[in-house]
């Protein structure tokens, strides 16, 4: 089984709004990792996490919060977006920091 | 030296025939190189990789060409159908780091 499992599928939010996305995966991976992709453009890599501490974050504004409760649990907060920041969400995990990355389906996001 | 350039930008082909996607990188220190397929509105799924020790791989449908020398790789869809109508990337990494880079990506429209 190769599944990340995403939610909301889709959210819209007011530029005020306090929201979170919640990503979810049971393979065992140890990475975990926020992307984001605008239409037409190939997923740009907002944060990685590895063995559920944060390894990287890709200067991404303050206004994007990760947290990684636990190895199988990824959430993305989210406050005062703009509506630049309407995009498709992807999650991704690994086995570790070497090999395949598997996408969850997204969550789309619409900031108003 | 950390691009990945992807081409063409798009691509139509008639069903049966066969699609031909070019990627090119600079950094001789990547060691892996996925192609991942999506459709509109869902994730990126990994529909082959290949690792620098081996020129070619072959799934199904679908082989990797890959050229050390020249450093370029390609992706080749034999009998191309309707139904591998996507978005295609390529993307490359080194292992023990998370990044992975991603093409510029190629829409392919197959054509019955």
């Known amino acids: 089984d190769t599944e990340v499992t995403q939610t909301p599928k889709h959210l819209v939010m007011g530029m005020t709004n306090k929201k979170s996305l919640k990503c979810e995966q049971h393979?065992?991976?140890?990475?975990m990792y926020w992307y984001k992709q605008k239409a037409k453009k190939p997923p740009e890599l907002m944060f990685v996490?590895?063995?559920?501490?944060?390894?990287i974050n890709e200067s991404v504004p303050s206004r994007f919060s990760p947290e990684c409760p636990n190895s199988s649990l990824l959430n993305l907060h989210l406050h005062a977006l703009q509506p630049e920041d309407s995009a498709l969400y992807l999650c991704?995990?690994?086995?570790?920091?070497?090999?395949?990355?598997?996408f969850g389906p997204g969550t789309r996001l619409l900031v108003l | 030296q950390q691009q990945v350039k992807q081409s063409p930008q798009s691509l139509i082909v008639q069903k049966g025939g066969i699609s031909i996607i070019n990627c090119a990188y600079e950094?001789?220190?990547?060691?892996?190189f996925p192609w991942y397929q999506q459709f509109p509105g869902k994730g990126p799924a990994l529909l082959i990789a290949?690792?620098?020790?081996?020129s070619e791989k072959k799934e199904g449908r679908f082989t990797i060409s890959f050229n050390k020398s020249a450093k370029q790789f390609s992706l080749h869809i034999m009998d191309s159908q309707p139904g591998d109508s996507a978005t295609y990337f390529c993307?490359?990494?080194?292992?023990?780091?998370?990044?992975?880079?991603f093409g510029t990506g190629t829409r392919l429209q197959v054509f019955p």
């Open positions: 290949i690792r620098p020790d081996v």
């Open positions: 393979m065992g991976h140890r990475a």
């Open positions: 996490y590895s063995y559920e501490k944060l390894s």
């Open positions: 950094n001789t220190a990547f060691d892996y």
């Open positions: 993307a490359a990494s080194i292992s023990n780091t998370d990044k992975l880079i």
């Open positions: 991704a995990s690994s086995q570790d920091r070497v090999g395949t990355q598997y």
